[in-house]
C-alpha cells in the first residue's frame, strides 16, 4: 500500500501492533538481556521503546478514526472460537472509544515506564536485589499488552481475555517483593496483598461471567454489535441481570463497595505499578467496561441507578476514610477508589462523557501525584541514608559502633517508614522540583480552577444536579473532602519543619524521574480543554459522539461550579487551619484525633472494614477450612473412612475372613479331606491289587459274567 493511500485511508492494519509492540519488548529483554549483558538504562529503554511504540500506533489509529469521520473498523487478526453457532474472532475495534482508552493507557504508561527507569534503580538497590531490575519491565510491558487487548477487543470475551490478563499482572506487581516488605524486611505482607487482590478480582470476576453466560443463552453471542442489536427485544429482567451481574466485575476491577478493599493494600507494590495499573490504567476498565455497554444500560434505567447510587457511595465512603491515613500512597488509593466512583457515578447517570472526561483528566494528575509521592519516598530513603552514614561516622569518630540496620531505622532503633506522612515536613525546601509538581496535582485533584479536574469533576457535578439530586449530594461532600485530605497532605509533607532526620536531609530526585513529571504536570493543567463547557469547544464529546451517538454537552453551570470551588477552597483553607498554621511537630498526635473522637478514629482505621470482612467472611472461612481439614478430612475422612472403614475391612477380612475362614477352614480343610479320602480309597485299592492270581481269576469271571448279564437281559 502506498503512503499516500495509507493517509487517506487510515492506518487500521496497525491495530496488531499496539499488542505486539509491548509483548516485543519483553521478548527483547527477555531473550536478549542476560546473553548480552543489558544495563538498566537498556533494559529500561527497550521497555519504553515497546510502550511508546504502542503509543504512536494507538495515535495513528486515532487519526485513522478521524479521517473515517469516526466510522467504526474491525480488523479480523485470526480465526478463534468457532463452535455451534458461536463465531468469534480475534479482531480489534478501531473507533473513538477504543483509541481514547488507547491514547491514555500507551501515553501515560509510557511516561510511568521512562520514571521507573529511575525509581526501580534506587529501590532494587535499597532493597539490595539489583537482580529484578528486568523482572519488573518485562511485567510493566505485560500488563500494556494485557490493557491493550482489553480496550481493543470487539467482544466480551476478548475484553474478557485483557482483563484476566491485567489481573494476572497486577498480581505479579503488587507482589513484586513478595518475600519482604516495603521497607525491605523479610515478611509476607507484600505476597498477602498480591493475594488479596487476585481473590478479590476473581469475586468480581465470577460476576462477569455469569453476565456473560446471562449474554450468551439469552443473546446469542458475544460481540458488542450483536449484543446490542438483540438487547433491544429481549426481556427487561434478563437486561438487568445482566447489567446487575456486570457491576459485579466493575465493582471488583474498579475497587467500588464492596470490593475496594484490595487496592488500598495494593500500594505495596513499587510506586510506578500504583501509578500506572491502580490509578491511571487498569483500575478504569471497569468505567470502560460500562460505557461500551451504554446501549444495554440505557435500556434498565433502574440498572442505571443503582450504578450511579454505588459509585456516589463509594466516592463519599473512601473520601471519609483518606482523611484519616498517614501513609503518603494510601492517602492517594481512598483518594483514587473515591475519584473512581465520580467516574461510575457518571456513567452509571448515563452522563458516558462526563465519566471519560473525568477518566482521562484523572490519568494524569494522578499518575502525577502516585509519581510524585514516590519522589517523595526516595527522597526522603535518600535522607535517611545520608543521615544515617553522617551519624555512623560520628560514632566511629568516637570509638562507637552503631548497630547495622540496613539504613530503615534511626538512633533509636525505630523502623524508619519514608511513606508515613508523619516523619516529613519541610520538603519544599529540598525537593522544590517534586513540591511543585505535587501542587499542581492537588490543585488538579481537589477541582481549582482552571486545572483540569475542576472542568471533568464539574461536568459530573452537573449532570447530577439536573437528575440524580441524592448522588450529587453525596458527590459534592466527596468533593469537599478530597480538597480538604489532599491540603492536610500538602502541609504535612511540605510545609512546617522536618519531623525526621531523613526529612531535614532528603535530596531532589534526577531528572529521569522529574521531567515525566513534568509533562504530567502540563496535561494536568491544560487536560481540561478536551471538552470545555463552551459552544465549540466540546471535543471530547463530539469525538465519543461517533461511538456513543449523540451525546448531549452541557454549558458551564455557575451555580454548580461555584458552589464546588467555594467548598474546596474553604476545604483547603480548613486544612491549613488545623495543619497549617500550626504545623505537626514530631510525636504530635493527629489535631483531628481529639475534637472527632470516634469518628476519626473510624477513618483512621478505614472504618474498621477489614476487621469486619476477617471477622464475618475470612475468620468463618478459615474456621471452617479448619473443621473440614481437621474434623471432616483428617478425623472423619482419613482416620474413619480410611483407616477404620477401609483399612479395618480389609485387615478384617484379609485376617478373619480370608486367612482363618476361606483359606484356613475352607482351602486348607478342602485339600486335608483330599488327602484322607485318597489314603481310603487306597486302601480299598491295595486289597483289589493283593497279587495273587486267584484273585485276579475271580474278577475276571465276574467281569464277564456281568458284560453276558446286562447283553441278554438288554
Not at 491514555?104 to 535499597?126: C, K, N, P, Q, W
Not at 497486577?170 to 521497607?183: A, K, N, P
Not at 547495622?404 to 517508614?417: A, K, R, T
Request: aromatic share 14%; proline share 3%; hydrophobic share 50%.
Amino acid at each position: 500500500m502506498h503512503l499516500s493511500e495509507t493517509v487517506v485511508g487510515g492506518f487500521f492494519f496497525l491495530a496488531p501492533w499496539l499488542v505486539f509492540a509491548p509483548l516485543t519488548g519483553l521478548l527483547i529483554n527477555l531473550i536478549f538481556s542476560k546473553q548480552f549483558k543489558f544495563s538498566e538504562n537498556m533494559v529500561g529503554t527497550v521497555a519504553s521503546l515497546a510502550s511508546g511504540a504502542a503509543f504512536v500506533v494507538s495515535v495513528l489509529l486515532a487519526y485513522s478514526v478521524s479521517i473515517n469521520h469516526g466510522e467504526v473498523v474491525r480488523w479480523r487478526l485470526a480465526e478463534w472460537i468457532h463452535i455451534g453457532t458461536l463465531s468469534l474472532d480475534w479482531t480489534f475495534r478501531i473507533d473513538s472509544l477504543s483509541t481514547t482508552m488507547m491514547l491514555v493507557v500507551s501515553g501515560v504508561g509510557t511516561l510511568i515506564h521512562i520514571y521507573a527507569i529511575g525509581y526501580m534503580h534506587e529501590d532494587v538497590r535499597f532493597k539490595h536485589e539489583e537482580g529484578r531490575f528486568t523482572r519488573f519491565f518485562l511485567f510493566l510491558n505485560l500488563f500494556i499488552a494485557a490493557m491493550m487487548i482489553l480496550v481493543s477487543g470487539d467482544s466480551y470475551m476478548m475484553l474478557f481475555v485483557g482483563w484476566e490478563g491485567v489481573g494476572l499482572c497486577s498480581f505479579l506487581l503488587i507482589g513484586f517483593w513478595y518475600e519482604m516488605d516495603t521497607l525491605g524486611r523479610p515478611s509476607w505482607a507484600n505476597s498477602n496483598a498480591a493475594k488479596k487482590a487476585f481473590i478479590t478480582n476473581r469475586v468480581g470476576d465470577f460476576g462477569f461471567l455469569i453476565a456473560g453466560f446471562l449474554m450468551f443463552w439469552y443473546l446469542g453471542s458475544f460481540q458488542f454489535d450483536e449484543v446490542f442489536e438483540a438487547a433491544k427485544t429481549a426481556p427487561p429482567g434478563i437486561i438487568v441481570a445482566i447489567t446487575l451481574f456486570m457491576l459485579v466485575g466493575v465493582a471488583g476491577k474498579s475497587a467500588q463497595i464492596p470490593l475496594y478493599i484490595w487496592l488500598p493494600d495494593a500500594m505495596a507494590g513499587p510506586t510506578p505499578v500504583s501509578a500506572l495499573i491502580h490509578a491511571a490504567t487498569m483500575v478504569t476498565a471497569g468505567v470502560y467496561l460500562i460505557t461500551r455497554s451504554a446501549e444495554i444500560y440505557t435500556l434498565v434505567p433502574q440498572a442505571q441507578y443503582i450504578v450511579a447510587m454505588v459509585g456516589a457511595g463509594t466516592a463519599l465512603f473512601a473520601a471519609t476514610i483518606a482523611v484519616g491515613q498517614y501513609d503518603i500512597k494510601k492517602v492517594l488509593a481512598y483518594s483514587t477508589i473515591s475519584q473512581l466512583g465520580f467516574m461510575v457515578a457518571a456513567v452509571g447517570m448515563g452522563a458516558y462523557t462526563a465519566g471519560m472526561f473525568h477518566l482521562i483528566t484523572h490519568a494524569f494528575f494522578k499518575a502525577l501525584l502516585f509519581l510524585s509521592a514516590g519522589s517523595v519516598i526516595l527522597g526522603l530513603e535518600r535522607g535517611h541514608h545520608h543521615a544515617a552514614h553522617h551519624a555512623a561516622h560520628d560514632d566511629h569518630g568516637k570509638g562507637k559502633k552503631k548497630k547495622d540496620d540496613h539504613g530503615h531505622g534511626d538512633e533509636h532503633g525505630e523502623v524508619f517508614d519514608p511513606g508515613d506522612m508523619r516523619n516529613m515536613g519541610g520538603l519544599r525546601k529540598t525537593m522544590p522540583v517534586t513540591f511543585w509538581l505535587y501542587m499542581i496535582g492537588t490543585l488538579a485533584l481537589a477541582g481549582i480552577f482552571p486545572f483540569a479536574g475542576f472542568w471533568s469533576k464539574d461536568e459530573i457535578l452537573l449532570d447530577a444536579s439536573l437528575h440524580y439530586p441524592s448522588v450529587y449530594g453525596q458527590l459534592t461532600l466527596a468533593a469537599f473532602l478530597t480538597a480538604f485530605y489532599m491540603g492536610r497532605q500538602v502541609w504535612m509533607v511540605f510545609f512546617g519543619t522536618p519531623r525526621h532526620e531523613a526529612a531535614a536531609h532528603a535530596e531532589e530526585s534526577p531528572k529521569v524521574i522529574t521531567v515525566p513529571l513534568m509533562v504530567l504536570a502540563a496535561l494536568s493543567v491544560l487536560g481540561g480543554a478536551l471538552n470545555l463547557p463552551f459552544e465549540g469547544f466540546h471535543n471530547l464529546g463530539h469525538w465519543l459522539g461517533y461511538t456513543l451517538g449523540e451525546v448531549g454537552s452541557l454549558p458551564l453551570d455557575l451555580p454548580v461550579a461555584g458552589i464546588s470551588t467555594v467548598l474546596a477552597l474553604a476545604a483547603i483553607f480548613i486544612s491549613w487551619l488545623i495543619y497549617g498554621r500550626n504545623p505537626l511537630k514530631s510525636g504530635q498526635i493527629d489535631p483531628l484525633k481529639k475534637p472527632l473522637g470516634f469518628i476519626f478514629t473510624g477513618m483512621e482505621n478505614k472504618w474498621f472494614v477489614d476487621e469486619g470482612y476477617f471477622a464475618v467472611i475470612i475468620n468463618p472461612f478459615k474456621k471452617a477450612s479448619q473443621f473440614i481439614a481437621d474434623v471432616i478430612d483428617w478425623r472423619f475422612w482419613h482416620d474413619f473412612v480410611h483407616d477404620t472403614v477401609i483399612l479395618g475391612t480389609y485387615n478384617w477380612l484379609s485376617e478373619v475372613a480370608l486367612t482363618k475362614y476361606a483359606d484356613q477352614k475352607g482351602i486348607d480343610a478342602f485339600a486335608n479331606w483330599l488327602g484322607t479320602a485318597t489314603q481310603w480309597v487306597s486302601g480299598i485299592m491295595r486289597k483289589v491289587q493283593n497279587g495273587f492270581v486267584r484273585s485276579y481269576a475271580l474278577s475276571v469271571m465276574l467281569g464277564v459274567v456281568l458284560i453276558l448279564g446286562y447283553l441278554i437281559f438288554k
